[in-house]
């Protein structure tokens, strides 16, 4: 079947068009009315679609032969049945003349014609067959005058191929679902590891982290004792091990300068109200402010207010002169926090700007500020760009606004910093918070942890 669409105005133009491509013979399948051209979903125009098919003249002999079965015979053995006729009609008249009185010749030539004649024509359309002896035409080749549809040697050579070309499938089948089972990567992990690992991965922990803790844990336990609850616990300990290394709360009783840094919108300013106002009411320290955020707009006014809600001192600087003056001006506070300004940290110049001025002194730490909300990959780049210039510890800002904190975990594994406090809000300084190792193993285990 031939099938055609077509996409025109009008449906007279439609039934033009199918006649002349289909004939008369085509129907149509289906119109719906469609909308074309136009620019950006305005000016389109209406258009119908019709779609018309005809079925192909081979399906039309099929089905003239399946009405008529049976096959004719072939117009051109009919003049020779006459002329094998004529012949032996010719040849029994002359042997019969050598016998037979002149007057009885005219009669049996008759006679012998008339039953010659009738015997060959019976045979030549069915009622016999003709002798091997007479003369005939040869048939093309390939044709079939039988009037049946094909031989049994072909009918069985066909099924015979059919069964082979199966048997062949089915050995290729087999052979790629061998394949498939080789290339797949068996499962290490014993089964009872499977619930730890779902809800690792959800937790967006990388497979290198969590595939070490297992390991630790399956060293600890015998094979004969794997159950569920000695596993979790197991990894439960692996995991408060990890954090209890990477975990150096606070800041040192005998830091003077704390160098705040990392890239824009991760609430640097705010983080620093919070330090000085726990370093204030809890460690009863004085505390100064210096900024170098110029760039920003109200940057300096926000720090500003923070100075004057918790009454310190604050400097603002522009070049490293300014802030070994600064730092001068504020001899008589103990904490001295600087603010410096969020930069790209894929634009190089920008990041190196900061060079100067967190030039590390005697008694000062530099901290890195990053959001939880920040991915795995982004969080490794942006601390490669400020590795460059000397980190000591890490804040995690914005818990409260992810559920996953494997982005923190795969943070600490990978680079060597020390996670000092953690943020889950803007209130100051309620919101800041020392991380302790036992709350952040259960957030990350979840249901599961014991």
């Known amino acids: 079947m031939r099938v055609k669409q077509y996409i025109v105005e009008t449906m007279p133009e439609a039934m033009l068009q199918i006649r002349k491509d289909l004939g008369s013979d085509a129907v149509i399948l289906s119109t719906k009315e469609i909308k074309v051209g136009g ?33 004719p015979v072939p117009r051109a053995f009919v003049p020779e049945a006459y002329r094998q006729t004529a012949r032996s009609f010719a040849n029994e008249a002359n042997e019969s003349a050598a016998n037979v ?5 005219n ?46 040697v072909l009918e069985e050579e066909k099924q015979g191929r059919q069964v082979e070309l199966m048997s062949e499938l089915k050995e290729l089948k087999k052979m790629m679902t061998q394949l498939s089972k080789q290339s797949a990567p068996a499962d290490p992990l014993p089964e009872e590891f499977h619930s730890l690992r779902e809800r690792l991965i959800r937790q967006e922990v990388s497979a290198e982290v969590f595939e070490s803790w297992f390991e630790e844990a399956e060293k600890q336990l015998d094979a004969s004792d794997l159950e569920e609850k000695g596993i979790v616990e197991s990894v439960q ?12 709360a606070g800041i040192l009783p005998g830091t003077r300068i704390v160098y705040v840094a990392g890239p824009t919108g991760v609430g640097k300013t705010t983080t620093i109200a919070k330090l000085a106002a726990e370093q204030m009411f809890k460690h009863h320290r004085k505390v100064g402010f ?12 926000q720090l500003r207010t923070y100075a004057s809600i918790l009454n ?18 504020l001899q008589d506070c103990d904490l001295i926090f600087m603010d410096t300004a969020g930069r790209n940290y894929r634009n190089e110049l920008l990041v190196s700007e900061l060079q100067s001025l967190l030039a590390p002194v005697e008694n000062s730490e530099t901290f890195l500020v990053m959001s939880m909300t920040s991915k795995s990959a982004d969080m490794f780049e942006i601390t490669e760009h400020f ?12 818990m409260d606004e992810t559920g996953t904190c494997g982005p923190m975990i795969n943070l600490l594994h990978r680079f060597p910093l020390k996670l000092a406090y953690v943020t889950n809000g803007q209130n100051v300084p309620d919101d800041l918070l020392k991380p302790d190792p036992g709350t952040l193993t259960k957030q990350l285990l979840g249901e599961l942890a014991q």
Request: glycine share 6%; aromatic share 6%; charged share 35%.
């Open 107 to 152: 009669e049996q030539r008759k006679e012998t014609a008339a039953k010659s004649g009738s015997s060959n024509i019976e045979s030549d359309f069915g009622l016999g067959k003709l002798d091997s002896s007479m003369d005939y035409k040869p048939r093309p080749e390939g044709a079939d005058f039988s009037g049946s549809p094909s031989s049994p």
């Open 101 to 105: 009185p002149d007057q009885d010749l």
């Open 39 to 71: 620019m950006m979903g305005m000016f389109r125009k209406k258009r119908i679609e019709v779609v018309a098919a005809v079925e192909e003249e081979e399906r039309k002999e099929a089905k003239k032969q399946m009405q008529n079965p049976f096959t």
């Open 290 to 301: 210096i900024t170098s955020d110029t760039y920003r707009i109200s940057a300096v006014e």
């Open 312 to 329: 310190v001192p604050l400097e603002v600087v522009q070049s490293p002169g300014d802030t070994q003056r600064a730092i001068s001006r």
């Open 237 to 248: 300990q692996q995991i408060l091990q990890f954090l209890e290394e990477r975990v150096d």
């Open 387 to 398: 590795s460059k210039y000397g980190l000591d510890k890490i804040i995690f800002t914005k």
